[in-house]
């Protein structure tokens, strides 16, 4: 699955999730949904590293690693952010080896 077949499949599981619960998506509603998913996937990190109350749980620990990329996916459409160029720009570029090494 590519980056662009992954966000058209969580926006449109957005779309239903917010059909079935009356959910406004205004215009900050997704960073700010995306700072709670954080916050929970810090929870969970906590948890894990015994430093949080509650039982350590490694697969709630993914899924609240889902629940913040599907909302970086979300945020980043609406944003009218290219995700997949902006990694190229910002991270891949240190992969390119420079042309003018012997």
């Not at 996916?73 to 720009?89: K, S, V």
């Amino acid at each position: 699955m590519t980056l662009t077949d992954l966000t058209a499949a969580v926006l449109r599981i957005s779309d239903i999730y917010a059909a079935e619960h009356g959910i406004d998506r205004d215009r900050d509603w997704a960073l700010l949904k995306l700072q709670e998913e954080l916050g929970e996937l810090t929870a969970e990190h906590l948890r894990l590293t015994g430093r949080a109350r509650g039982a350590a749980d490694a697969q709630a620990l993914g899924d609240e690693a889902a629940d913040v990329l599907g909302m970086l996916l979300i945020y980043c459409a609406g944003a009218g952010i290219d995700l997949e160029q902006a990694m190229r720009r910002k991270w891949l570029k240190w992969l390119e080896l420079p042309t003018d090494v012997p």
